[in-house]
């Protein structure tokens, strides 16, 4: 599967973005989908899971009850709905796939996934 994110930019403090993150190949539906981000001289983060049917989700608790993950599975496509957006959230942000036989597994470590799109970048200014 190819992954492809979109949707990054510029937000102000307390603001909202929405990431896409639109994939092509089969059996989208098989794969469980996380977001991860990377902020200058830093390491790579985990944000967000979902499992393959969307009816799970786990996130970092720097983001819980600010971001939202969903996915449409019709669409091939997986979002961050990012709202109240704070500076400390400017980062590289990244979609992964990892194809699973699990169907209520999410996956919080990056190693686990098999497949990552290219980033986008969201700066969030003060």
């Known amino acids: 599967v190819q992954l492809q994110a979109s949707g990054g930019g510029l937000a102000q ?21 996380g977001w991860f981000r990377q902020a200058p001289g ?10 393959w049917s969307g009816g799970r989700t786990y996130y970092a608790d720097s983001v819980k009850g600010r971001f939202t993950i969903s996915r ?19 980062a590289v942000y990244s979609c992964a796939a990892v194809m699973t036989f699990s169907s209520d597994t999410v996956y919080r470590e990056g190693r686990e996934y ?9 700066t969030v200014s003060s």
């Open 72 to 90: 449409d599975n019709a669409k091939n496509t997986v979002f961050l709905q990012m709202n109240s957006l704070k500076p400390e959230d400017t």
């Open 13 to 33: 403090a307390g603001g909202s973005l929405r990431l896409s993150c639109a994939a092509s190949g089969r059996s989208f539906s098989s794969y469980a989908l």
């Open 42 to 51: 830093k390491e790579r983060e985990f944000v967000a899971a979902i499992n």
């Open 114 to 122: 098999n497949y990552w799109g290219q980033g986008t970048q969201v």
